[in-house]
């Protein structure tokens, strides 16, 4: 599945981590904002991934996760939060599109762009090679021979 998501890391005894919980699980922009606002004076890990869609496994390699579903995890939840040791995971998911889902053209978009640029770097290097051929050709520089 593709996501678009934020995941937080804060150490486990930060004293204002009832506020910084209370600010992120809303998922209000607004709120949002003055969390990762909070989080970056103070260097807490954010792992922002709601401007572009992302592979979820990739999201996860930033929190630890134990499901294997992730379809199911992703359909029941929006907010996912938790602990070890040194720290407290959060994550958002702001948006999701489930397995086997066509892919977002924003997505793709990067993809398509290099495809074309390519097809045209071909059709351009073909008729530079037929016009060579061709001036070559009228000039006698060349010769063609069938060997037939």
């Known amino acids: 599945p593709l996501v678009k998501a ?3 890391r804060i150490p486990t005894e930060l004293r204002q981590s009832i506020r910084l919980e209370e ?3 809303k998922g209000i922009e607004q709120k949002m904002a ?17 401007s572009q869609w992302e592979d979820f496994s990739v999201v996860l390699q930033n929190i ?3 499901r294997t579903n992730f379809d199911d995890f992703l359909k029941s939840r929006t907010y996912y939060e938790v602990a070890d040791d040194q720290y407290k995971y959060m994550m ?7 397995t086997g889902t066509s892919s977002p053209i924003e997505r793709e978009s990067a993809t398509i762009k290099k495809i ?3 097809q045209r ?7 530079l090679n037929d016009s060579l051929l061709y001036s070559a050709n009228s000039l006698g520089l060349i ?3 069938d060997n037939k």
């Open 64 to 66: 630890p996760f134990k």
């Open 116 to 118: 074309l640029r390519n």
């Open 92 to 98: 958002r998911i702001i948006a999701y599109l489930p």
């Open 121 to 127: 770097r071909g059709e351009l290097l073909k008729q």
């Open 23 to 25: 600010l992120f699980s």
């Open 34 to 50: 003055e969390f990762i606002n909070i989080c970056q004076k103070n260097d807490y890990r954010v792992d922002d991934f709601r």
């Open 143 to 145: 010769e063609i021979v």
């Open 6 to 8: 934020i995941v937080v």
